[in-house]
């Protein structure tokens, strides 16, 4: 089993729709979670991070995280074609591991 | 000012020859890392710099994998002798500071082994 486990998708969406992006993880020795979109050909963006758990929101993306169920979700709001991606989670453990473990991404689609 | 340069963004090679490749890091940045994306396996982690060390070489594939950087800016990935599966897309980012976790990332280089 990996560390981290994300759905590949690929998702499609209409323009407005609510997304929801997830992630499941086996080691409860992750701290911090981020979210990173990536467009074809690109590098990772970082979209957000939180450390614990409870919900983080900035514009039309909210970041939640249950640490209990060791489950992560984004949800984007009101989808725009601008968003279509693929969508990374990540994680990394405390203390001095500083190496980020990824999820291998969901391809999301949103239509006009 | 500038983020995350990589070169080159494309690189082809044949099985068996050594290839390097660069990455200009976000200035005054001393955190470093190396990333590679393969369709299989996702981005997998391979070694980070903290100014010019580098405390932890385990994500490194093989011995045939080297990295450096010196000055604590500019830093090269070495990979000797090639394989067709080393072909991927070969990612750096750069972060203010070991530990934070604001890691900006490059273009990439596309590696092809043929």
């Known amino acids: 089993q990996k560390e981290v486990e994300q759905d590949p998708g690929p998702l499609s969406v209409p323009e407005g729709a609510i997304v929801s992006l997830n992630c499941t993880y086996s080691?409860?020795?992750?701290?911090?979670f981020m979210w990173y979109r990536q467009y074809s050909r690109k590098g990772p963006e970082l979209l957000m991070y939180?450390?614990?758990?409870g919900n983080k929101e900035d514009g039309r993306f909210t970041a939640q995280v249950d640490k209990s169920s060791k489950y992560i979700s984004l949800f984007i709001r009101d989808s725009q074609p601008s968003d279509s991606a693929t969508y990374l989670c990540?994680?990394?453990?405390?203390?001095?591991?500083?190496?980020?473990?990824f999820g291998k991404g969901t391809l999301l689609t949103v239509n006009p | 000012g500038a983020g995350v340069s990589q070169s080159p963004s494309n690189k082809v090679t044949e099985k068996g020859k050594d290839v390097e490749l660069r990455c200009d890091p976000i200035?005054?940045?001393?955190?470093l890392y190396w990333y590679r994306q393969s369709l299989g396996q996702g981005l997998e982690f391979l070694i980070y710099?903290?100014?010019?060390?580098?405390?932890?070489k385990s994500g490194l594939p093989s011995d045939r994998f080297s990295a450096e950087r010196t000055g604590g800016s500019v830093s090269t990935l070495t990979i000797q002798r090639t394989q067709q599966e080393d072909s991927a897309v070969y990612l750096c980012?750069?972060?203010?500071?070991?530990?934070?976790?604001?890691?900006?990332f490059g273009p990439g280089t596309r590696l092809t082994v043929l």
């Open positions: 080691n409860s020795a992750f701290q911090y």
């Open positions: 990540a994680m990394r453990k405390g203390g001095s591991n500083y190496k980020l473990t």
């Open positions: 710099f903290q100014g010019n060390s580098a405390p932890d």
């Open positions: 939180t450390y614990s758990s």
């Open positions: 980012a750069s972060s203010l500071e070991i530990g934070n976790n604001e890691q900006f």
């Open positions: 200035s005054g940045h001393t955190a």
